[in-house]
């Protein structure tokens, strides 16, 4: 016959990673996450726009969810990863900015470029 030291208790679903507990909170889901995508979104805001303005966008969606859920119950979740989910939306709005205006700068070179090529040509007949 078996021996369960554990007969009658009720297995306890286990935390995830991301969520562990720590003095009885836990980590706001996504906050490093968010906080990465924002970094990345200033650092890559120079390469058309394209991706800063992509990243900016998700890490500030993402991050207004988070902190909806932190101020919902401030208790339940760290405080360490509330400021990684503020600073990772104030980096997101960072990054689309300077990716909006990366675009504005790339779209008005490329008009005054060809303006001069453009005008250039019939004087070179």
Do not use: D
Not at 16 to 32: C, F, M
Not at 61 to 79: C, H, I, W
């Amino acid at each position: 016959m078996e021996n369960n030291e554990n007969a009658g208790q009720v297995n306890q679903p286990q935390n995830p990673v991301h969520n562990t507990v720590i003095g009885g909170q836990q980590s706001l889901p996504n906050s490093g996450g968010i906080l990465a995508m924002g970094i990345i979104s200033i650092a890559v805001c120079w390469c058309y726009g394209i991706v800063g303005i992509a990243l900016g966008i998700i890490s500030l969606v993402l991050g207004n969810k988070a902190l909806k859920l932190y101020k919902e119950n401030p208790s339940l979740y760290t405080e360490s990863s509330y400021k990684n989910a503020n600073a990772g939306r104030i980096c997101g709005i960072i990054g689309l900015c300077l990716s909006c205006l990366c675009i504005v700068f790339f779209i008005i070179y490329f008009l005054i470029v060809g303006s001069l090529i453009f005008s250039a040509i019939p004087f070179m007949r």
